[in-house]
């Protein structure tokens, strides 16, 4: 199969790279940064396996596994008690500054890419909306960075790509079906069942399975009837089953991973969703390591046709002002330094949930057609990529003054 070199490499490289990752947890480069541009580098020769690009069933199945272990952790691993509060740093930067921002990006694609179809540049502004924290590890890691900045950051990139993930699934439903022959309008009665299917059944499913489970596991726990593996890999099992139901009955799995993982964030005590989480994310860094080398491996050289200014200018602005003006907005009034809200707002990386939403609309839609969309997508993961991993144990050093 041709997959496997491409495992084989990761394998290596995933064990290459833990060998000194003490020594580099505080140097500029971060396992995202190493992994991506080894994965450049080796794009540059001719590999036979390289040939099929990264549209292989065994690819597909691990960039598919990886959100879904990724939506059901981060929703699970997060108490949402916080988030009650309006005043809370995290409430602001999810349900104010999130749609600003997605606003803002709409608006400024829509000046810099004119001909481009309203719901294209809407889904551009969409997918890069999330933020992923592991891009600045340091940032959430480091313990003299005030706790309250840490889990700030920690929270918000935890969220919001579940928070986006429905209205991207929904311009993928528009643009498929725009791009249908056989379709010539999007018909009111089609776009009610999509969203009955989608939502609701998966909604549904995920609400059961993860209440009930983390019911089952609560009891399972005080019975002292369940080993400490079972223990831990449950949560993988719940996400699983989620996804794998939801398909079942056509709504969409990768929403019921993430409402199973809001549920199952009834596990009474902490100590074991903490063994869980640990595990979750254990299975999830390393996925996601597989991630941004298919994606400086697979997907990087296919912006290299077309880049021009307006791609370029949109990357630069998403990575400052429409991601930072935002968010310092939000912040005011939070009691925070001017330091605090810069750091909060240059770092919203952007990473894992944009890689897999672009390789899904890939997969679905196809590159032909989309092309500027796609290669603004990638050129701006890249430079958060490199900007942020190299930005983040310098800018963290600074609380230590």
């Not at 003299?144 to 935890?158: D, L, T």
């Not at 139901?245 to 929403?255: K, Q, S, T």
Request: hydrophobic share 55%; aromatic share 16%.
């Amino acid at each position: 199969m041709t997959e496997f070199p491409v495992i084989i490499i990761v394998a290596v490289l995933l064990f290459i790279y833990g060998i000194f990752s003490k020594k580099l947890v505080s140097s500029p480069i971060s396992p995202p940064l190493f992994f991506c541009f080894v994965g450049i580098i080796l794009s540059t020769f001719s590999f036979e396996f390289a040939k099929d690009g990264f549209n292989t069933k065994l690819i597909r199945i691990f960039l598919e596994l990886t959100l879904v272990i990724t939506l059901f952790t981060d929703a699970s691993s997060i108490n949402l008690k916080g988030l009650k509060s309006f005043k809370s740093i995290p409430f602001r930067l999810l349900f104010i500054g999130l749609p600003i921002t997605i606003i803002f990006g709409f608006g400024l694609a829509k000046l810099i890419f004119p001909e481009v179809d309203i719901v294209v540049v809407l889904l551009l502004a969409l997918i890069l909306a999330p933020t992923d924290a592991v891009l600045g590890q340091a940032v959430v890691t480091f313990k003299w960075i005030p706790e309250k900045i840490r889990q700030s950051i920690n929270v918000e990139s935890g969220l919001n790509d579940g928070f986006v993930l429905p209205f991207v699934l929904l311009c993928f439903f528009i643009i498929n079906k725009e791009t249908d022959v056989n379709a010539t309008s999007i018909e009111t009665k089609d776009f009610l069942i999509f969203l009955m299917k989608q939502f609701v059944f998966a909604t549904g499913i995920g609400l059961l399975i993860g209440h009930f489970g983390s019911k089952i596991i609560n009891k399972s726990i005080v019975n002292k009837s369940i080993e400490h593996i079972f223990l831990t890999i449950s949560g993988m099992l719940l996400a699983l089953a989620a996804y794998f139901f939801a398909e079942e009955v056509h709504g969409n799995g990768f929403i019921a991973a993430y409402v199973a993982g809001l549920a199952f964030r009834n596990i009474k005590s902490d100590s074991d969703v903490k063994i869980i989480s640990e595990f979750n994310e254990t299975i999830t860094n390393g996925l996601n390591m597989f991630i941004f080398f298919v994606f400086g491996f697979f997907i990087v050289h296919k912006i290299y046709d077309f880049l021009d200014w307006n791609v370029i200018i949109y990357a630069l602005l998403s990575l400052t002002i429409i991601r930072m003006l935002p968010v310092i907005f939000v912040l005011t009034g939070t009691g925070l330094t001017w330091f605090d809200k810069l750091f909060i707002s240059w770092f919203g990386p952007r990473g894992i949930a944009s890689i897999l939403y672009l390789a899904m609309f890939v997969l679905q839609v196809n590159f032909k057609g989309y092309e500027k969309m796609i290669s603004t997508i990638i050129l701006t993961v890249l430079l958060s990529i490199f900007f942020h991993g190299i930005s983040a144990v310098y800018l963290s050093n600074k609380y230590k003054v």
